[in-house]
């Protein structure tokens, strides 16, 4: 029998906090829409393509980051990811085209792959006991909404103190400090005998032939994409659309006195919301099914979405509509991923989560790109604001059918 293990472990305070930093850099860059475009002069969608291609190559690279750990270590997948993350800024806060920063985003992406939750939940997962194994992947996944919590107002803070350069030149500094907490990061590799004789190849086989990986797949597709869009556009969104804030109003009050600065606070809030929304779906996660709870928190998103723009945008319907929408923000994740672990195994959870997630970053690029395209096109995000509400219906859906048993023990020994 496994040892009973406490909750709080040092590799999940660690992985804890390299995504807490990861994201709260990666959450940040909607509020560089404006001001990079405001000093070039160029369409909304220049900047967001840049974004996009971060978003499709952080999918990328996330098995691929998934991999490199399972076969050279952990650490050290983590540490290229922190090298090429801060690369990727530095070479950025230099840039004065967009197709440096398209070129340069690829950077980006593959360095939040490679300190992000590929790699970091695998450990995790593969440290924690199986009776916290649900939550250990919860509280990894809310501390990405706790970075998401800070990383958006720390940048409008710092956009006030200097150029959107010097930023960029704070957060790879940060990036880098943050590879210091690595000595505590020891995970075993938590495997069956039958998972430890399997190679990668044959784990992949049989997860491709399966439906249910399928599902799975397809499913992730829809949470990138309104997840995306949302951090990628949803600052300037505000800024542009939302009604006054009112002197005298409660957020007038508290220093919230610009749509800007609302802005920042909505993904603020979302990612204060998530914190709870994603521990929620951790406990959840241990006592009820996890495919009909990830259906249940798509239909959710749908709706919330849907009601959100059919009514006039003020100040009050943004802060609604973060939180409702930041309780299920990341709720998925590890309802997803400890679905991945579930039915396949632990050996090579980060590879197979890696591949899902690949799904997610489409959905990402899709939701960022066609944004700033359709921005430029028709002057507002209403027409790919119901394309996502569209696409999460349909992941709602898909879950449904999904096969929620050991894929092993399905089959005859």
């Not at 829409?33 to 971060?54: H, T, V, Y």
Request: hydrophobic letters at 55%.
């Amino acid at each position: 029998m496994q040892a009973r293990m406490p909750l709080f472990t040092p590799v999940l305070l660690v992985g804890c906090f390299i995504i807490m930093v990861s994201f709260a850099v990666r959450a940040s860059f909607g509020m560089f829409q404006i001001p990079i475009a405001d000093e070039f002069g160029w369409l909304r969608s220049e900047f967001s393509l840049a974004i996009a291609i971060q978003n499709l190559a952080w999918g990328i690279g996330q098995p691929i980051f998934g991999a490199i750990a399972e076969k050279i270590g952990d650490r050290k997948a983590i540490v290229m990811g922190a090298l090429v993350y801060a690369a990727g800024l530095v070479l950025s806060a230099y840039s004065t085209t967009p197709v440096e920063h398209q070129a340069y985003a690829w950077l980006v992406g593959f360095g939040i792959a490679g300190t992000g939750f590929g790699v970091i939940l695998a450990v995790v997962g593969r440290a924690a006991s199986d009776e916290n194994r649900s939550m250990s992947l919860a509280i990894a996944t809310a501390a990405g909404s706790a970075g998401q919590v800070f990383g958006a107002p720390v940048a409008e803070w710092l956009l006030g103190l200097m150029s959107w350069q010097n930023v960029f030149l704070v957060f790879a500094g940060v990036i880098l400090a943050m590879l210091a907490t690595l000595p505590l990061m020891r995970a075993p590799v938590t495997a069956s005998r039958t998972e430890l004789e399997d190679s990668l190849g044959q784990v992949l086989i049989k997860a491709f032939k399966d439906p249910t990986y399928t599902l799975i797949f397809l499913g992730f597709f829809s949470c990138g994409y309104q997840l995306a869009f949302i951090t990628a556009h949803f600052p300037a969104f505000v800024t542009e659309v939302c009604g006054p804030i009112l002197a005298g109003s409660m957020l007038h009050n508290i220093g919230v006195t610009s749509t800007s600065a609302l802005g920042a606070v909505s993904i603020s809030l979302i990612g204060l919301a998530n914190i709870a929304g994603t521990l929620a779906a951790g406990w959840a996660g241990k006592r009820y099914s996890k495919k009909y709870l990830l259906a249940g928190i798509y239909t959710a998103r749908t709706i919330v979405a849907a009601l959100f723009i059919i009514y006039p945008m003020t100040p009050m319907t943004v802060i609604v509509f973060s939180i409702a929408m930041g309780s299920l923000w990341l709720a998925t994740v590890p309802l997803t991923s400890g679905l991945v672990a579930h039915i396949y195994g632990l050996r090579y959870m980060g590879t197979l989560y890696g591949i899902v997630f690949f799904s997610h970053q489409l959905g990402s690029f899709l939701g960022v790109w066609l944004g700033g395209r359709m921005y430029d096109a028709f002057g507002s995000y209403e027409q790919v604001w119901w394309i996502g509400v569209a696409i999460g219906a349909f992941s709602a859906i898909v879950h449904l059918p999904i096969r929620e048993h050991p894929l092993r023990a399905s089959r005859p020994a």
